[in-house]
């Protein structure tokens, strides 16, 4: 098989695959109108359960306008050096998250948006207690806060939030936060003062709108849910999944996120315990995921704490991974995570030595290329052979004109006589193709490359040339490709075609992120520096090239 035909196989099922993917975003089934009864359920601890997917009560929306209390309802912001924050009073929600170590866009002052209270892309972390005695079960319970702002000025913060019931029992529900870090502890101080027991269950949930991200065909990325099991460690959960079907998941330990691009917000809940993980969808476009844990119960005279951790920053896997088992998984590597974990590791302990993403990747790309060189090698051996025998298989179309029976037969007696194999050229190819798939991934994903300084005019790695040079280089490597792989396809609308690939291409890079361009364009270079190197070595060994 010719090694263009080959390329142009893999090509097109690659295209095939991505235009399936852009198909479903444009025109597979969208968000439709949902409604939940609002009947009256019993758990098998006698909690009332006000919906069958979610814990009592899942959103502010359910929970009435009626308090009990005369607090006033206010917003207390909060700064520390990775987070700027505004936390609701009313049931003492996260309704906006901004990142402060995370710039909008490069050099800006604004800082990079996460959760937002309002608008077309609503996106809050919503926590309380529920069951039998919960906080949360019927209304929101409005906190008392000693400050309407807070400031991280050491090396730790904390802020209580305290509400009374009107029975007695106590409440104070404590965000803590720590410097570097974008986890943050939320746990709740539980005192009975009452003559009864007390039985409460916390929940924490993720709610935003269910709008598509901005990934594109050839840059697929993900924006959706996700959660974690003791069976999977990582499971997408996508905002048609929550429209179409409810998510209901008991287990030992386990999360729910929700992923976008570069960044992750998640609720963790207590590690040692089970817990139950749910999905709903709110007002018809909001989507909702999160978690509620094990009953709690408070004995009068009894202080009790339940905690939880909240984060919200960067798709950093080894801060994730310290936090949940599969957590550094929503740094979303597909189906070769396995390889592109590992490459992942080597691009970082080159850019510790290096102490530049953009010589990084150029490094790992010769050592990747270099340690296939093998396998370059038996492609291009294999190509020079096919190409060899053009001569006889002319002669044997000539002879046998359309009898394609027996033109099949004499090409395999041809190939065994020659002991050429025609997949030769291609199972080279294939066997590449994870490895370089998996690197695309790397370089796709990693929030690390996200503003990251290269030289000259590329002064963004994960944003597309902005003068188009890489994208042009890469367009011109590949046309020398192609042409130090003489075609020996006969069909003229082939030739057109595989004639027209490195223009197409090109286009494509145009949009790409320079990052991936410069892996492109140096992987075509090294090729071509190999593909000569192997033909004059044959051609000093008497094999026919041309």
């Known amino acids: 098989m010719e090694s263009q035909r080959s390329f142009l196989l893999i090509g097109l099922a690659m295209v095939s695959f991505l235009l399936w993917q852009q198909w479903q975003i444009d025109y597979g089934p969208k968000p439709v109108e949902q409604t939940t009864p609002s009947t009256v359920q019993t ?41 700027l924050l505004e936390i609701d009073t009313k049931g003492g929600d996260v309704i906006s998250a901004n990142l402060a170590d995370f710039p909008l866009t490069q050099g800006s002052s604004e800082s990079y948006s996460l959760l937002r209270p309002s608008g077309e892309h609503l ?119 929550i429209t179409d079907k409810k998510l209901n998941k008991t287990t030992k330990a386990g999360w729910a996120a929700m992923i976008e691009h570069y960044f992750v917000s998640a609720w ?34 009894q202080t009790t704490e339940i905690s939880s951790i909240l984060y919200l920053g960067p798709k950093d896997q080894d801060t994730l991974a ?40 150029i490094i790992i790309t010769i050592i990747v290329k270099g340690s296939m060189y093998w396998l370059t090698k038996k492609q291009y051996e294999s190509m020079a052979k096919m190409r060899a025998l053009k001569p006889k298989m002319d002669a044997l179309k000539e002879r046998f004109g359309d009898d394609r029976q027996k033109m099949q037969q004499a090409m395999m007696e041809l190939y065994k006589k020659d002991k050429v194999n025609p997949m030769g050229g291609c199972l080279p190819l294939l066997l590449q193709m994870p490895i370089f798939l998996a690197l695309y991934w790397v370089l796709l994903e990693s929030v690390e490359l996200r503003h990251a300084d290269f030289i000259f005019w590329i002064t963004d790695l994960s ?35 595989m004639q027209f690939m490195p223009v197409a291409m090109s286009l494509f890079f145009f949009i790409f992120p320079a990052g991936l361009v410069l892996y492109w364009l140096i992987s075509n270079v090294i090729t071509l520096v190999q593909a000569k190197f192997i033909y004059a070595s044959m051609e000093k060994r008497g094999l026919q090239t041309k």
Request: glycine share 8%.
């Open 123 to 241: 996106y809050v972390a919503q926590s309380g207690l529920v069951g039998r005695d919960g906080t949360d079960s019927k209304t929101r319970p409005v906190y008392s806060a000693e400050q309407d702002s807070y400031t991280l000025t050491g090396d730790s913060l904390t802020i209580p939030l305290t509400y009374t019931t009107p029975d007695g029992m106590t409440v104070v529900k404590t965000f803590s936060f720590i410097k570097g870090s974008h986890q943050i502890h939320v746990s709740y101080g539980i005192t009975n003062n009452t003559s009864s027991s007390k039985q409460v269950q916390q929940f924490g949930q993720l709610k935003q709108s269910m709008v598509e991200g901005e990934g594109s065909m050839f840059m697929p990325t993900y924006r959706g849910g996700a959660y974690s099991t003791e069976e999977d460690q990582y499971k997408k959960y996508s905002f048609d999944d």
């Open 463 to 497: 944003a597309k040339d902005p003068y188009f040079v890489l994208p042009i280089l890469t367009g011109i490597s590949m046309y020398l490709l192609q042409k130090l792989q003489p075609m020996t396809m006969t069909d003229p609308m082939q030739q057109k075609i």
């Open 268 to 301: 963790v809940p207590p590690q040692d315990e089970t817990n139950s993980l749910y999905s709903a969808v709110r007002q018809n476009t909001n989507a909702v995921i999160g978690f509620t844990g094990q009953v709690t119960t408070i004995e009068p005279g």
């Open 43 to 83: 758990d098998g601890n006698g909690a009332v359960v006000t919906n069958s997917d979610a814990p009592q009560v899942t959103s502010p929306e359910q929970m009435g306008v009626a308090n009990t209390t005369t607090i006033s309802e206010k917003v207390i912001s909060v700064t520390t050096d990775t987070l």
């Open 322 to 361: 310290g936090i949940a088992r599969g957590l550094d998984l929503t740094v979303d590597y597909g189906f070769l995570w396995m390889i592109s974990k590992y490459l992942f590791a080597l691009l970082q302990i080159i850019h510790n030595i290096v102490g530049n993403w953009g010589y990084a990747i």
